[in-house]
């Protein structure tokens, strides 16, 4: 792990801390292609990992929300097609590297959405497209084509993908102080064969009102409400697969719960007093997101979440990124990080995620995408902030999570060129969208639109997302370019007339 991160050296980006209250932000534009990323400033304070950073960026400029990568100087690798997204990384599917997201409506019934989950290989073709169609019912009424929620869908090392979900239902909610005939949203998830789209596991937490009451939720029901208001009582924003089941997080419980794989809870791991079946002095946390098992045995685990510690209404505490050795003989938990950067204390409302990067260990690297605060930070083993990256101005931007993944790609597009000629010289703007392996540019003269002869004019280095070079006293009247890694052509655009 230590040996794959980068080192801080040279001038230090401006800090991000400094421009969390401008009114306006930067959208990178380009001559090549409409794309509108917001800009993305960094801070480099130590050694960080040089994977690329995913933000599915929403609420900035329209042409800005999109499925996102940026590398770590802040430059645009990727961006996708403009639509409201989440939840975007890179998983492993039949043993290959793919990106996955969710794309649909989102803010429906208290922070959920219905959607679609795209699969994409290692050349942006989509290659499935998972849906859910299980007759729920939905608090505005409406149909739509797909019910997958935002929080969650993950890729299992079964090769099917797990999504979460929620049904609006009528329930007696006395238990928790709300009226006989109440309505409420219920948490579930989903396993689906991906290949056919068919539905082969389904958990509803409702289900299991033994081991989760409804009067143990910490967000109160209403005196009263109706199908349009249900009552968001467990709000599950995480699922993934254990050694034997599942864990889920519900954030309203302030809890993880283990699940068997008959989906009856095994244990629940609470950041409540006198809560759950675990004892450590520090496991307090509240509103989390984002948990997840590492290093399982039948012995011990690491266990990770977003400590959010603020509810939706709430920004009184300072959100940490936080993860526990956790002993299952003795039933016990010893804190392994608490992250937060003292310079600058970030009160996260809603959404976000931490990220183990490499191994999970005290020594590694860890990310945190800040949710509904436009910010990402990355920390080293000794808890020091070595990267933070801010992609908008505070209320003007967010993601519900944010990760970094090595990932490498190869568009199943041509690079793109274009010519602008002014007086005797001619400027040339390059790009290949999502492209992660070429490192320079050959620009060649074409005798004809249709020729496939070139003759070389000059090479140039890759410059971030869009290089360009200027020629001087161009005679040629067609030209094209190719991306290139040293000498070896990867890929020509189109010919272009100057």
Not at 68 to 90: C, R, S
Not at 170 to 175: K, Y
Not at 262 to 279: I, M
Request: aromatic share 12%; glycine share 8%.
């Amino acid at each position: 792990m230590r040996s794959s991160l980068l080192s801080a050296c040279g001038a230090l980006f401006l800090s991000a801390g400094a421009l969390a209250t401008d009114a306006t932000w930067t959208n990178y534009t380009y001559k090549t292609g409409p794309w509108q990323p917001p800009q993305l400033v960094v801070n480099k304070t130590g050694a960080y990992d040089p994977s690329l950073i995913f933000i599915p960026v929403r609420n900035s400029n329209t042409a800005g929300t999109a499925v996102t990568i940026y590398g770590n100087d802040g430059k645009l690798v990727y961006q996708g097609p403009e639509e409201i997204t989440m939840d975007f990384k890179m998983q492993q599917l039949f043993g290959k590297n793919v990106i996955t997201f969710w794309s649909g409506t989102p803010q429906i019934a208290g922070g959920y959405g219905y959607g679609k989950v795209h699969i994409l290989d290692d050349t942006y073709k989509e290659i499935y497209t998972i849906t859910l169609d299980e007759g729920f019912l939905t608090a505005d009424g409406d149909a739509y084509d797909s019910y997958i929620d935002v929080h969650e869908h993950i890729i299992t090392p079964r090769n099917t993908i797990i999504v979460s979900a929620i049904n609006v239902t009528q329930h007696d909610l006395s238990s928790a102080g709300g009226p006989t005939d109440g309505w409420m949203t219920v948490s579930q998830f989903y396993e689906i064969d991906i290949p056919t789209n068919k539905v082969v596991y389904k958990w509803d937490a409702l289900e299991h009102q033994e081991a989760i009451p409804l009067s143990s939720s910490k967000y109160s029901p209403p005196s009263g409400n109706s199908r349009k208001t249900p009552w968001d009582c467990y709000h599950m924003n995480s699922v993934e697969t254990t050694n034997d089941g599942f864990l889920v997080s519900l954030r309203f419980f302030w809890s993880a719960y283990y699940l068997n794989q008959d989906g009856t809870v095994r244990w629940q791991f609470s950041g409540a007093d006198d809560e759950g079946d675990f004892f450590g002095e520090d496991n307090r946390f509240s509103w989390q997101h984002h948990a997840r098992i590492y290093n399982e045995t039948d012995e011990s685990l690491v266990l990770s979440l977003f400590n959010n510690a603020n509810g939706q209404q709430e920004s009184q505490s300072v959100t940490t990124g936080m993860s526990w050795d956790v002993d299952l003989a003795f039933m016990t938990s010893t804190m392994l990080h608490n992250l937060t950067d003292p310079n600058d204390p970030i009160k996260t409302q809603t959404q976000g995620s931490v990220q183990f990067l490499g191994a999970a260990a005290p020594t590694s690297n860890m990310f945190m995408g800040y949710g509904s605060v436009p910010m990402v930070k990355e920390y080293d083993g000794a808890g020091n902030v070595v990267f933070t990256g801010q992609f908008a101005p505070l209320g003007k931007g967010e993601s519900y999570r944010a990760f970094k993944f090595p990932w490498t790609a190869t568009p199943m597009w041509s690079p793109v060129a274009v010519a602008e000629t002014s007086d005797s010289s001619t400027t040339v703007y390059m790009s290949w969208n999502g492209a992660t392996e070429y490192d320079n540019w050959a620009i060649y003269s074409v005798p004809s639109a249709n020729s496939n002869a070139t003759t070389l004019l000059t090479t140039v280095e890759r410059d971030g997302f869009e290089t360009h070079v200027t020629l001087q006293s161009l005679s040629a009247t067609y030209l094209k370019v190719a991306a290139r890694k040293g000498s070896k052509t990867m890929r020509f655009s189109d010919t272009i007339s100057v």
